[in-house]
Structures are given as C-alpha cells and as structure tokens.
C-alpha cells in the first residue's frame, strides 16, 4: 500500500460521525425537551391558577359595582322596590354564580366555571357572599363579617404550592394573595 491510499483511507473514515456520538447528541436533545416540556407545564398550570383567581376578582369587583350602582331590573319583573343587592354563590367546587337578591329567591345572572383541574377549596360549597345597596359592607351567609373572607382555590394538576389566597374584606375590597401550600387549608 501506498502512502497515497492510506491517506485516502483516512481521510473517508474520518467524514462522518460514529452512531455513538449520533446517540450521544440524540439522548441530549431528548432529555433536555422532556425537561423544557415538564416546566412549561408547570408554568401554564400556574397560570391558569392565576387567570382564574382574576376572573373571581372580576365578577366579584363586577357585583360590587352593580350594587352601587343600584342596577336593578325593570318593575315588571318584580325587583324594584325590593332590590337588596348582588350576591356570589359558590355552587360547586368548580363553579360560582352571581345573583340578583330581591326580596324572594335570588335571580342568577351569570354561572362561571373554572377551568380543568382548578377547584375552589374554602368557602365551602352553598356559601353566599351579599354587597347590599346602600351599604359599604360585605355579608357572608347573610351575617355581618369580622374577618376578612378568605376564598382558596387549588390546581389539582400541580404537586405543591398550588392553592391561591384570595381574600375579601369588610369593604368588599379584594386581595389576590401569593401562592402557597394547600395542606394549610385541608
């Protein structure tokens, strides 16, 4: 053989990559997507959390201004001399309704659902949380309040810190609190 050919045999082996450097640099790739995809999981749950606990802020801030408002119905439907105010009740672990409270049983005005996997912890399920015309305070089961209310809601779909304080005081003014761990609520 000449020195030529070995040359030329060199040279071919060493243009490609061996199938061990390919896995290496696969196994790398794959791993690094499995861990990208675990945290943006976590960051879109927590999100959701966080959109859902605006949107109670928003139909709560929502009643409250109705109730100042004095927004009441037409006589015809029976409301206007007996309007006390708008209420939010929690109908289920994952729903809530805002109403309308004449004298009489309440009118429903919207039902909201939360999304997958977001359940309301604390107050329990039936509670109902009254801003009265003409008042500055809120009502928790028609009972004046001392301590502020504290509305938790949980992400079933995240392991730990996953409940969201959402506190509500005498004035009815809201505070959406920081997030924390759910076996302080259970």
Do not use: H
């Not at 690094?32 to 960051?43: A, D, E, H, R």
């Amino acid at each position: 053989m000449s020195l030529i050919n070995m040359e030329k045999k060199m040279n071919k082996k060493n243009k490609g990559f061996t199938i061990f450097e390919i896995l290496i640099v696969v196994g790398i790739i794959i791993l690094l997507s499995g861990l990208t995809v675990t945290y943006y999981n976590n960051y879109s749950e927590n999100e959701k959390l966080s959109g859902e606990a605006k949107k109670i802020n928003s139909v709560f801030d929502l009643a409250l201004k109705k109730t100042q408002a004095a927004e009441w119905t037409s006589e015809e439907e029976g409301c206007l001399p007996s309007f006390i105010g708008y209420q939010i009740t929690i109908s289920d672990t994952n729903q809530f309704a805002l109403e309308r409270l004449c004298s009489g049983p309440a009118t429903i005005i919207k039902t909201y659902y939360l999304q997958n996997n977001i359940k309301i912890v604390q107050p329990e399920v039936g509670t109902t949380m009254l801003y009265r015309k003409l008042s500055k305070t809120i009502l928790l089961n028609y009972n004046e309040i001392i301590e502020p209310i504290e509305l938790i809601i949980k992400n079933e779909a995240l392991n730990n810190n996953n409940c969201l304080k959402i506190t509500i005081n005498q004035a009815g003014v809201i505070n959406i609190g920081e997030k924390t761990n759910c076996e302080d609520f259970e």
